[in-house]
């Protein structure tokens, strides 16, 4: 379909674009790659010596040399762009990150080559001028149509003949496009600057007051909507509403998952300033980027606009101004602020294989609505729908827009097809350092019978309504003991009078439980239902702590209620065979609850071991209490010269005249999947040494209420033979008990 191949092309495009050592591109054969790197010196306005730039050369040929070894040229090529990246003064934080990053992808496949610098278009436009426009009907209301970047205004052909008599339609055509001419390309790139997105935003405008339009509503198709939202947030007087056509609500450049998840606006215009630019070193003709493709679809083969993306008819200069602009486009900021109706046409996958490609779309309108429930949004999720909605259902999408435009807000809210009655809703918890959160809709019992009724009995059920309920986790854990591992889900019920089997189905994103398959479930575990204690109308789900270790997840829905616990899935390092059989010698003891506080950990002695083979040295601490294992502070002071008189004094509880010279700790707790924190050998004084830092092993014997920590003899003192020493534990930074409250051990590993 037209879409497979729009999605083709565009991910064809960021792949060069952005990762450009990801694949390998054809090098252009007219100019040699010292003329190619002169270009690209220029182009950058570097201002480097003769010889930095021959060492550069030198580089870059082995990286493009494909009779080199795969290593050597990835590694030329990541130090090229290293020094590429301090030329330009890359600032240091995320800007950093996401450039080494992406140098990282870049080292994988070693075989990209450097391209020919981009031939300028011969002929351009003037900026603030549109490509074109195509008007088309008679009607009251007035309607803008923005197609995604590669396409002419001919991809509204067959909506616009459809509703001509409802509408006056302007479709657009962005400067560049459908065999029109780009606008004058700047010297150098600031995506941020929205140079040429404003352009067509003053260009709309004058459009409109050309047109004697007071106000219009907007609509864009996928990256299309960027420009719509655009043009809403400069001229917000100017647009009556918005509508999105499968549109974004930022663009799908992909950031690194490190600096992405939450990235402000203002990161993202400075990330693409700095990064952008430094791409252009994987340019090519317009083929280089649009494969061939084959069309499943016979009806689509010939449709006029399938042609318009051809080296003649699109400017691969305004496709990659017009990219990079709309990347550091986030409406996510800028709607939520308007008080502009929009209409969110959504496609939840299709029968080409794009469902992957449409979700994050689905979602990002999902939780952009749950985050502004004030705005006043329609959505309108599609399913068995690509990216083009208007071309593959328009009788149905036809409806959907008369609706938006001619009923009011407050009018379509009553409207039951194709709306969602039942209301979004979404619950979370924190188990220690797991987050638990479920996003479903909640069905209303409205007097009908549920159990057995409208969810029959024997069959997989959503468990909510309109998409299946979501179950996300972000670290692993234990469902009814049994193991579940961190990521997204679909969850769904299979009901039955006296058992529910509940689901957690790893093809997480899916409309309604139509598709459910169950070679995808990550794990199903039976539970049994309960009376209710009150009658619920809606469903409801809950997440409880009913401890420190346990959360309850419950569903409520009528008069049953259905319950399971969710716990955390650690377990410490296991103690290796050589460790557990160690013979300890006991060197100090310690009474029962003479701690700071009696509820951390509690001294009961203290004993070592002396791996000669090895020059390594381990120590026990046995404890009163049980450890605890989320957290732990363990200390051995170290008295190096065996000299009382001289060193820092010991600050615990008791024994606070012992000096010592090294502190050796182990302060840790438990963060996500594993023990962070503070592990090494420290001065006198405190200040870490870098030699010395996380060369520590620790493990945690539960069944014997102990901690064992060991490490090299000479991190704590090139020539340890002879030492005094006292302990102390507690939890994390906390300190709790010395070991022992008055004396201190004194060892001789030499003997």
Known sequence: MILNRYRTMRRHFILVLLLATLNSVRAQSENSLEQRLEALVQRLDLNIEPSTQKDWLDLLKVATDSNQPKHDRSQNLVTFYKLLYDEMGAADGAIQRFKMTSLAFAAINGDAQLLESRPLNKKVTANNELGGVKKVGNGPKSLILIPPLGYGAAIFDSFMTANQDRYTMYAITLPGFGGTDAYQPPTKLHPSKLTWTSGVSKAIQRLMANEKITQAFIGGVLDGFLMAGHFATQYPESVTGLISFEGYLTSSFLFPKEIGQNISQDQRKTLIDHTFPVF???LGTIEDR???HKFTSDYLKNTPFVNNISKENTSLYAYEVFYS???????TQALKDLNIPILVIASNGDSYGSRNIVKPTIFKWQKFMAMNPHLEIMFRPMDMVGALPFLEYPLQVNTVVHRFIN???EENQKIGTPLMPSPRA?????LGTTEVSISYHRPAAKGREIWGGMVPYGRVWRAGANGATSFRLNRDVLINDQPLKKGNYDFFVIPNENTWTIIFNQLSGQWGSFNYDPSFDALRVDITPEKAESFTENLKYDLDLKDPETLVMSLAWGDVKGTFEIKEQFQPPAIPIKVQNIVWQQILEDPKEDGVSKSLSDAKSMSYYF?????????????YNDPNPKAMALNVLVDTDQDQSTGLKWFGKHNRKYTFEKMISVWLRREGDGYHGVIGVTDQIGQWTKLNQDNITHYLDLPNKAYIIGMKRSDIHPDLNHFNLIGAVGEF????DT?????????????
């Open 290 to 292: 649009i494969p061939k």
């Open 407 to 409: 009923k009011g807000w």
């Open 426 to 430: 979404a619950v979370s918890q924190v």
């Open 280 to 282: 252009e070193i994987a």
């Open 611 to 623: 791996d000669a083979p090895s020059d390594s040295i381990w120590f026990r601490f046995d404890l």
């Open 739 to 751: 070991i022992s409250n008055q004396d201190f051990a004194t060892i001789n590993l030499k003997r």
């Open 733 to 736: 930074m906390t300190y709790n």
């Open 325 to 331: 602009e709309f990347t550091t486009i986030d409406l």
